[in-house]
Structure formats: structure tokens, C-alpha cells
């Protein structure tokens, strides 16, 4: 991940570090999809993404992250939702 967009997102690059030796680079870049895709939800937004990013290693280590869980949710939402209503202006 290159860290012009870590920075833009508000994730350090050490949390990042840390999602990738905890759960390999796939699986950190998909939390990063999730984040960023969440950050404009209108209901739940993401205000701190690198906590979130963080949140997500911790519960990686524990085994309670649900990322395909959010990929499905993200996926569901997508198909109801205008395309564009989650892009920044």
C-alpha cells in the first residue's frame, strides 16, 4: 500500500505494518477497501480509520474479524445504493 493513501485516510503507516504481518497483505488491503468505502456511509461513517484499521488486526489476532461479512454487506449495499452517493465530493 502506498502511503500517500494510508496518509489520506488517516492510517499510519505502522498500523498498516502491523494488519500485514498479522493477517498477510490480501487481507489488510480488503480491510482497507472496507474502511474506505465506509467512510461515506451515511448511517455509520468511519470517522477514525486508522483505529478501525487497528480494531481489525486486534480482532484478526482473536479470531473474531468478520471481513467477508463486510464484504457481503458492502456488496448488498452497493447494489441498492446510486453508485456515486458514496463518493466524496
Partial sequence: MCRPTLALLGIRRSAYDD???EMGGAKA???ILVINRNRFYPET???SPGGVLVEMTRRHA???LRLNASLIAL???TSREPEDRYREQ
Fill in 62 to 64: 482473536i479470531h473474531t
Fill in 19 to 21: 494488519a500485514v504481518a
Fill in 75 to 77: 456488496r448488498v449495499r
Fill in 29 to 31: 488491503a480488503l480491510c
Fill in 45 to 47: 461513517p468511519i470517522r
